[in-house]
């Protein structure tokens, strides 16, 4: 059997890595802050020194997933809210591909629900960049869609708001271990005052 090449090694890599992270995400669901890496490593269906390999600690590990789903958070925010259209149809769309994101990838969840707790759960100090990033690529985007939308020049409220009622919806579902999250109800639950408020804009 010839040795693996380089690219082989890095791919092997990077899926062991994603699989570490993946059951970091469901294990944290379970128990929080309060898990082990054992408990990791056992979810995962790895030996506890595979995990160590890559992570000598769990906020080490942490900080990584964190910073994967930022990534993913903030590609499907500069999708939804550069497309075309209204800013409140953009902000729907938004809301619709994060619920459904959220059920599919709950470390990005995750990321949405330690923000709005400023990070308090890591470690002083270890959040590093993410505080900053969170702020610009995922939250001021929405609040500047909102401001666009409602003409209100201070649409930090209304920002804090649609987030905060979107975790809190999806938090009910991925606590509980729920299935079939109906995301685009849910939106349209969620962007019912903003279309009253928008509406009445419109019409003055």
Known sequence: MSPRTKEQN???REARIRQ??????????????AFEMRDVAAHAGLGYGTVYHYYSNKYQLFRDLLLSALDAAADLTERALSGRGKARERLRTLAVGLLKLW?????VFILYKMASEN??????GSAGELPERFEAELYQPVAEALREA??????????????????GSAGLWLYHRQAG?????TADLLFEGIARQTDDREER
């Open 20 to 33: 570490i992270l993946l059951a970091a995400a469901d294990v944290y669901l379970t128990r929080g802050m």
């Open 181 to 185: 999250m109906d995301a685009e109800r």
């Open 103 to 107: 059920v599919e990838e709950p470390m």
């Open 119 to 124: 990070f308090h759960q890591l470690p002083s």
């Open 150 to 167: 409602t003409g209100d020049a201070n649409a930090l409220d209304a920002a804090n708001v649609l987030i905060g009622s979107l975790i």
């Open 10 to 12: 890095e791919a092997i």
